[in-house]
């Protein structure tokens, strides 16, 4: 896969600027957009062709990511490497709600997630059936799907993969959302104009949209913010204003977390630090989820 150091993602130009006010890096991607950084988070670039190995420590996520077939459908987990963030609402997360504080550090260790919502083309590959009455399309993001069986699901795909995938923590989400060590401090995912990274409610007219059809964040993952909700493995509680390293979130509780809000919700809502939580029975008409490993 073609990387860039400074998460640029299978550029075919680089043009860079010498410092100063509103100067920076503008990337052009294979799929004709444009994206800018700016000069001063820019330390160094370094590029190399699709069949070179790369640089050491030099790929957007220090890892390689990793591509798995399932009865003939293809998804790729992102690797994300490993790092301290602040977990919560941060002074950019503007509209914070009660339980996103107090902010607090978290310590993650390496690891992946999905590039997109687990699809209702891989649902069905998986289980052999779409929870869709009236699938307009395959590379919709799946819905009508609970917390118990997401774990079904996991238990099926991991069965045929060999693998350990799971539902990711609500500290992973949100760290995967923010870019992990990459990120910008952005009030969504990818950015900080809600239109080029989510379908939310007031560009989604009414209904959920094919993954990867807006802009993806740092670490190349799309959606989440917007499209739909994703259940994630926490018990939903409060927070701590203690540091914590991998954590798992409470022992008990009646909800699970889910995070990135959908194509029914506000603007608000999408922003990387919004918590949600749900039944883990409920189908919701707006409730999906991703993978992590």
Same mark, same amino acid.
């Given at each position: 896969m073609n990387r860039v150091k400074t998460f640029l993602l299978a550029c075919v130009a680089v043009m860079v600027t010498m410092p100063s006010m509103a100067q920076g890096v503008v990337v052009f991607k294979k799929d004709g957009t444009r994206v800018v950084y700016p000069y001063e988070t820019i330390d160094s670039i370094v590029t190399y062709n699709y069949n070179e190995n790369p640089p050491s420590g030099g790929s957007v996520n220090d890892g390689?990511? +990793?591509?798995?077939?399932? !009865?003939?459908?293809?998804? +790729?987990?992102?690797?994300? +490497?490993?790092? /301290?963030? /602040?977990?919560?609402?941060?002074?950019?997360?503007?509209?914070?709600?009660?339980?996103? $504080?107090? /902010?607090?550090?978290?310590? $993650?260790? !390496?690891?992946?997630?999905?590039?997109?919502?687990?699809t209702q083309e891989l649902w069905a590959a998986v289980m052999g059936e779409n929870p869709e009455n009236l699938p307009s399309s395959m590379l919709h993001p799946v819905e009508k799907v609970s917390w118990e069986d997401c774990q079904y699901f996991v238990s099926k795909i991991n069965e045929l993969t060999g693998e350990t995938f799971h539902l990711p923590t609500e500290a992973q989400w949100e760290f995967a959302a923010r870019g992990g060590i990459y990120g910008h401090g952005q009030l969504y995912s990818g950015g900080n104009t809600i239109d080029e990274v989510a379908w939310y409610a007031f560009n989604a007219s009414g209904v959920p949209h094919p993954v990867k059809t807006k802009a993806p964040n740092e670490l190349g993952i799309y959606d989440l913010s917007g499209n739909v909700w994703e259940w994630c493995s926490d018990w939903y509680g409060p927070y701590s204003s203690s540091s914590q390293v991998d954590p798992v979130g409470p022992a008990s509780g009646s909800h699970r977390v889910v995070r990135g809000a959908s194509w029914l919700n506000s603007d608000l809502s999408?922003?990387?630090? +919004?918590?949600?939580?749900?039944?883990?029975? !409920?189908?919701?008409?707006?409730?999906?989820?991703? $993978?992590?490993?």
């Open positions: 390689e990511d +990793k591509i798995y077939t399932v !009865n003939g459908v293809s998804f +790729k987990m992102i690797a994300v +490497k490993g790092g /301290t963030f /602040t977990m919560g609402a941060t002074p950019e997360q503007v509209g914070g709600d009660p339980d996103e $504080l107090p /902010t607090h550090e978290v310590t $993650l260790s !390496n690891y992946y997630i999905g590039e997109t919502e687990v999408c922003r990387v630090a +919004k918590r949600g939580h749900d039944d883990p029975v !409920n189908r919701s008409p707006c409730g999906g989820f991703r $993978l992590a490993q």
